[in-house]
């Protein structure tokens, strides 16, 4: 089995990425990936286009990655808030497309951990499908497609299984509009990694690998040979981007409720999911 590029996510450095981080980017290729992903939460023209010529100079391929705020919360209660949804949800699939990406993925259906002490109403299933058909439309006409994150349950409450998002998917309606897998989240909500992903093989956008830890692939809980050899049964064939956090920026501590690393250094996390990966998709081939 082959993949397409395999990425890493930079949110294990901070949440607000800027120009200032080029010099990641260049560590992030000689680490061996051949993919970046960017959060894009705000960022000025200036500094997208900065970042996005030295993603082409460093001929990175590019995905980018967000979420949404309760301020901008598409299933809040608050007719004023929604109205804020879209309008917002615009904005980062404009700086995903200055990038230079064809991808935004995250969570982007509600606000990251908004509860509201219950399971999802009729009403809150029907504003996000509203506000994601017309974010799709829009993404469509910006070349940009979205890739919508399965959280757990501790994150957010309207979509926690591969089955939900294909329930979304269908109903948004848009051949832009698909699923993101994370074998994080996966992990909790999902009976297996082959009766999660097989149902959805034609909705499927993008893969993170983020362990049980959110740290080093490999040593945590996660089911990786099983995780590999799904993606190999369904011919999966797209983008692969590990996700790993750390305590630097109190922004992820508080979003991912990351309290220890688990890992040694950034550079070690980088190196050894390459070669963890890697061996793998030689495991797939030689059986």
């Known amino acids: 089995m082959t993949h397409g590029s395999l990425g890493m996510n930079l949110l294990l450095w901070g949440v607000e990425i800027g120009p200032e981080h080029i010099p990641l980017f260049e560590e992030v290729k000689k680490a061996g990936f051949d993919l970046i992903e960017i959060p894009v939460l705000g960022q000025s023209p200036e500094q997208l286009a900065e970042m996005r010529a030295a993603v082409e100079a460093l001929e990175l391929d590019c995905t980018a990655v967000t979420f949404v705020t309760p301020d901008v919360n598409p299933i809040d209660p608050d007719p004023a808030v929604r109205a804020l949804a879209l309008p917002s949800l615009k904005l980062r699939i404009d700086e995903c497309a200055a990038l230079g990406s064809d991808l935004l993925c995250g969570g982007i259906y509600q606000a990251h951990k908004y509860f509201v002490g219950r399971g999802a109403s009729s009403d809150e299933w029907a504003w996000s499908a509203e506000t994601l058909h017309a974010a799709g439309e829009y993404a469509a006409e910006q070349g940009v497609r979205l890739g919508l994150e399965v959280l757990n349950r501790f994150e957010i409450f309207l979509i926690n299984t591969v089955a939900d998002a294909a329930k979304m998917v269908e109903e948004v309606g848009l051949s832009n509009v698909g699923i993101h897998y994370d074998t994080h989240h996966a992990n909790i ?99």
């Open 189 to 287: 909500e999902e009976a297996s990694p082959l009766e999660a992903l097989a149902p959805i093989k034609e909705q499927l956008f993008h893969v993170h690998l983020s362990e049980s830890h959110r740290g080093t692939l490999g040593t945590g809980q996660v089911d990786w040979d099983a995780t590999f050899q799904a993606l190999s049964t369904i011919d999966y064939r797209g983008r692969l981007a590990v996700e790993a956090f750390g305590t630097g920026d109190p922004a992820i501590v508080s979003a991912a409720n990351v309290w220890r690393n688990a890992f040694d250094s950034e550079q070690q996390l980088m190196n050894d999911a390459v070669a963890f990966v890697d061996a793998a998709f030689l495991r797939l081939e030689a059986n």
